[in-house]
């Protein structure tokens, strides 16, 4: 399974953006698809996945009310809103399914206060 994320930028504080992921390969073997991100000097953290059998969603607290993601097929959405400068940070898609956990590379977010 290969992962391509995109829709990474700059935005002011209080914008939206919207990261999407696509895979490829066998995708249908994902259980689980979502989003990771990792800030400068911090672990990566959770921030949301959805389920491929029946979309259903978690978040992680910092971001619920603020970030949805959905599904489209093979390719996952993070819609972002009232973005926070403590959302600055390398966001990773993931996936998980029986063939094991897989990642793609890393697009950049950076939100200015």
């Known amino acids: 399974v290969q992962l391509q994320a995109s829709g990474g930028g700059l935005v002011q504080a209080g914008g939206s953006l919207r990261l999407s992921c696509s895979a490829s390969g066998s995708f249908s073997s994902l259980i689980v698809m979502g989003w990771y991100r990792k800030a400068p000097g911090k672990q990566r953290e959770f921030v949301a996945h959805?389920?491929?059998?029946?979309?259903s969603t978690n978040y992680a607290a910092p971001v619920k009310g603020r970030f949805t993601i959905s599904r489209d097929k093979n390719t996952v959405y993070l819609q972002m809103n009232s973005l926070k400068s403590e959302d600055t940070a390398v966001y990773y898609c993931?996936?998980?399914?029986?063939?094991?956990?897989?990642w793609g590379a890393g697009t950049q977010v950076t939100v200015s206060s």
């Open positions: 959805i389920t491929t059998a029946d979309d």
């Open positions: 993931a996936g998980e399914g029986s063939l094991g956990q897989f």
